[in-house]
């Protein structure tokens, strides 16, 4: 009784070490997924931190711009998404020809076609810039959803090996019967420590995505205007 006595575990550590190998490689599987998720989100963190800084500051100055040049220099010190965005719309300026000639080569001015053509190469722009910030974003969702049903299958496995053992040593007493079952839940408590932090990730560094691609969107409308304004377009 004595042997019996110290052969079961006392804490989640004994039940890891003295589990079998399917339990191991699950959680081994899944100590790998959170190195994983951990390192995107703590590298996410540090970008959206850096882009929403500059967002804000630019925000708080483009209120105060009157004429595209200034608009301009405004977006090189800041940099940014909107930094494209503007380096964009200058490009297309330059290489598109006026269809609508004017008194002087400053004053002709873009048609209808070509100012909804700036518009579709901004929001291409802004689709780009939600790319470029997204990326990494699908391994967090891939980890979130799929780190549980390989906790549940370690919790299945861990099971059938313990009523395996149970059925081959003959005794069903519920001091045989717990420490198998132990061990299969602990494949189920490392998945959701994994998949929570994972899943809470996406959603906050999704919901920061829309939020600055909207951003990018509102200052492509602007900056359109600011062209109308100065008769650019």
Same mark, same amino acid.
């Given at each position: 009784?004595?042997?019996?006595?110290?052969?079961?575990?006392?804490?989640?550590?004994?039940?890891? $070490? @003295?589990?079998?190998?399917?339990?191991?490689?699950? %959680?081994?599987? &899944?100590?790998?997924?959170?190195?994983? !998720?951990?390192? +995107?989100?703590?590298?996410?963190?540090?970008?959206?931190?850096?882009?929403?800084?500059?967002?804000?500051?630019?925000?708080?100055?483009?209120?105060?711009?009157?004429?595209?040049?200034?608009?301009?220099?405004?977006?090189?010190?800041?940099?940014?998404?909107?930094?494209?965005?503007?380096?964009?719309?200058?490009?297309?300026?330059?290489?598109?020809?006026?269809?609508?000639?004017?008194?002087?080569?400053?004053?002709?001015?873009?048609?209808?076609?070509?100012?909804?053509?700036?518009?579709?190469?901004?929001?291409?722009?802004? $689709? @780009?810039?939600?790319?470029?910030?997204?990326?990494? %974003?699908?391994? &967090?969702?891939?980890?979130?959803?799929? !780190?549980?049903? +390989?906790?549940?299958?370690?919790?299945?496995?861990?099971?059938?090996?313990?009523?395996?053992?149970?059925?081959?040593?003959?005794?069903?007493?519920?001091?045989?019967?717990?420490?198998?079952?132990?061990?299969?839940?602990?494949?189920?408590?490392?998945?959701?420590?994994?998949?929570?932090?994972?899943?809470?990730?996406?959603?906050?560094?999704?919901?920061?995505?829309?939020?600055?691609?909207?951003?990018?969107?509102?200052?492509?409308?602007?900056?359109?205007?600011?062209?109308?304004?100065?008769?650019?377009?």
């Amino acid at each position: 009784m004595i042997l019996l006595l110290q052969a079961i575990p006392t804490s989640p550590i004994e039940l890891v $070490t @003295g589990s079998s190998m399917s339990t191991k490689v699950v %959680l081994g599987i &899944l100590i790998a997924l959170s190195l994983i !998720s951990w390192g +995107i989100i703590i590298a996410k963190w540090f970008q959206f931190r850096r882009v929403t800084a500059v967002s804000r500051q630019f925000d708080r100055d483009f209120g105060r711009v009157r004429t595209m040049d200034e608009a301009a220099g405004l977006v090189r010190r800041t940099g940014g998404p909107h930094a494209s965005l503007m380096d964009r719309a200058l490009r297309f300026i330059e290489e598109t020809k006026p269809a609508l000639s004017g008194t002087s080569e400053r004053s002709a001015r873009l048609s209808a076609s070509q100012v909804e053509s700036l518009r579709l190469v901004l929001d291409a722009e802004t $689709t @780009g810039e939600r790319d470029r910030l997204s990326r990494s %974003l699908p391994w &967090l969702a891939t980890i979130g959803s799929v !780190s549980p049903l +390989i906790g549940l299958l370690g919790t299945v496995l861990g099971v059938i090996q313990a009523f395996v053992g149970i059925a081959t040593k003959g005794s069903g007493n519920l001091g045989a019967v717990a420490p198998g079952v132990a061990e299969a839940l602990i494949a189920t408590a490392a998945a959701l420590t994994v998949a929570i932090p994972a899943v809470f990730g996406y959603n906050l560094f999704a919901n920061r995505i829309n939020k600055i691609e909207g951003q990018l969107e509102s200052f492509g409308s602007e900056l359109i205007a600011l062209m109308v304004r100065e008769e650019r377009i």
